[in-house]
């Protein structure tokens, strides 16, 4: 599967980045008034690569439909590995 390309900011609700700011999950609006959130890694460009993968933000993955943007948020939190963990260690059930 070839990657795909970050979303258009103007989609966007909320962003939460990882520690290092190197993998985030965004929450979109989508055009029929619903939500849904997207995992994202963002990859350097390395000589090796030759340009075939630019440096910029490329989905890893998009989830679900909501009827909130919270309900995306909560399912993200609860979905995403490295997420969940910085919630669970924050004090937050688990």
Known sequence: MSHLE??????VVSRIFDGDEL??????R???GFY???HETYFFEAPEDEGCI?????ID?????????????DDA???VHWL???YINKGHGG
């Open 30 to 32: 989508r055009e029929d």
């Open 6 to 11: 970050a979303l258009p900011d103007q989609d």
């Open 77 to 79: 939190r609860a979905t």
């Open 23 to 28: 993998r985030r999950v965004l929450v979109l």
């Open 61 to 73: 993955f998009c989830f679900g439909i909501y009827q909130t943007a919270q309900v995306a948020e």
């Open 54 to 58: 630019p440096a910029d933000w490329h």
């Open 84 to 86: 969940r963990d910085a």
């Open 36 to 38: 849904s959130f997207v």
